[in-house]
C-alpha cells in the first residue's frame, strides 16, 4: 500500500460505537488503493447521545462523500437524512448515507439484502426454507424483509422485545406475503437460523439460541463478524450444522452499498477484494 491521501481526496466515514470487529474501512480502503480512486475510509468512534453532535459537524464538510451507519445508529440515523431509498422507507432504519453534491444526504440500508446474497453465495438459499430470524433491530429488521422477499416459506421472528417482533412480522406479512409470525427462540425445526442480534461479540455473552435444540443438517446463520468462528458457529459445528458467518453478508451488503455510493460503473469487472466481481450484484 502507499499513502494515497491528499488535498482533493474524498471522505467515506463509518460510524458507530464500538467499531473494534469493524470490517468496512479495511474493505473499502483496500478498494480504493486498487481502483486508484481518490478516496478513503475512515472510522469514526461515535456515542448515541453524541449523534446529533457529530451529525452538525459532518454536514459542514465539503469533501464529505459518504457515511456508513452502525449500532447503535441504525434507526437514530433516520431523523438525520433528507431522504430515504426505498429500503430505508421500507426498514425504518439505515445504514449507509450518499452525501450528494448538492448537500443532500439520502439514506439506505442494505443489511439485508447483504445477509441473502451472501447466504446465495455460500449456496445457503432462503427460497422455500423455514427460517428462525433472532434479532429484531435494525438489522434484523432488513434481514427479515429481504429474507422473506426471497421466498421464504416460513418466517418466525424472537426478539427479547416481544411487541417489536411481533410488529415486524406483521408488517413482513403485509410487505412481502411471506408467512411471517413472533416466537420463541427454540431453533427446533427450523431449516435455517439466523443470529441478527450482537451477541457473540463478547466472550461472556449468552448463546441467541440453544445449540441443544438445533437440528442436525440444519444451516446456522452468524451475522456477528468476529470472532470467527462465533460461539455459535463452532458449536452448531458439532451438531452437525451448516454454518456461515458475518463476511458474506458483510461482504454481499457493502457490494450494494457501494453501488449506492457511485463505484459500480468500473472497468473489465474488476472485483472486490476477497475476489467479488461486481457482475455478481443483482438489482435492487
Not at 132 to 151: P, T
Not at 229 to 240: H, K, M, N, V
Amino acid at each position: 500500500m502507499t499513502p494515497h491521501v491528499t488535498g482533493t481526496t474524498r471522505l467515506y466515514g463509518l460510524v458507530g460505537d464500538p467499531l473494534t470487529t469493524a470490517k468496512s474501512p479495511e474493505l473499502l480502503n483496500r478498494l480504493f488503493l486498487e481502483q486508484r480512486a481518490d478516496a478513503v475510509c475512515i472510522p469514526f468512534v461515535v456515542k448515541e447521545d453524541d449523534l446529533p453532535a457529530f451529525v452538525t459537524g459532518a454536514r459542514v464538510l465539503g469533501n464529505l462523500s459518504g457515511v456508513l451507519v452502525t449500532m447503535p445508529h441504525k434507526q437514530r440515523m433516520l431523523a438525520f437524512v433528507d431522504e430515504l431509498h426505498p429500503t430505508a422507507r421500507q426498514v425504518g432504519a439505515l445504514n449507509v448515507i450518499r452525501c450528494d453534491k448538492d448537500g443532500r444526504w439520502v439514506g439506505a440500508i442494505f443489511d439485508g439484502l447483504g445477509c441473502v446474497l451472501g447466504m446465495q453465495w455460500e449456496g445457503n438459499d432462503p427460497a422455500n426454507k423455514s427460517v428462525l430470524l433472532v434479532g429484531a433491530g435494525g438489522a434484523g429488521r432488513a434481514i427479515a424483509f429481504a429474507v422473506a422477499s426471497a421466498g421464504a416459506r416460513a418466517l418466525t421472528i424472537f426478539d427479547v422485545d416481544e411487541r417489536r417482533a411481533g410488529e415486524l412480522a406483521k408488517a413482513v406479512t403485509a410487505a412481502t406475503g411471506c408467512t411471517t409470525n413472533s416466537g420463541s427462540a427454540d431453533p427446533r425445526g427450523f431449516e435455517i437460523v439466523i443470529n441478527a442480534t450482537p451477541l457473540g461479540m463478547h466472550a461472556n455473552d449468552p448463546m441467541p439460541v440453544n445449540p441443544e435444540r438445533l437440528d442436525p443438517g440444519s444451516i446456522v446463520v452468524d451475522i456477528v463478524n468476529a470472532p470467527e468462528p462465533t460461539p455459535l458457529c463452532r458449536a452448531a459445528d458439532a451438531r452437525g450444522c451448516r454454518t456461515q458467518g458475518g463476511r458474506p453478508m458483510h461482504e454481499g451488503q457493502a457490494l450494494h452499498a457501494l453501488r449506492f455510493l457511485g463505484f459500480d460503473d468500473r472497468p473489465d469487472g474488476k472485483s472486490l477484494p476477497g475476489g467479488i466481481e461486481t457482475k455478481q450484484l443483482p438489482p435492487i
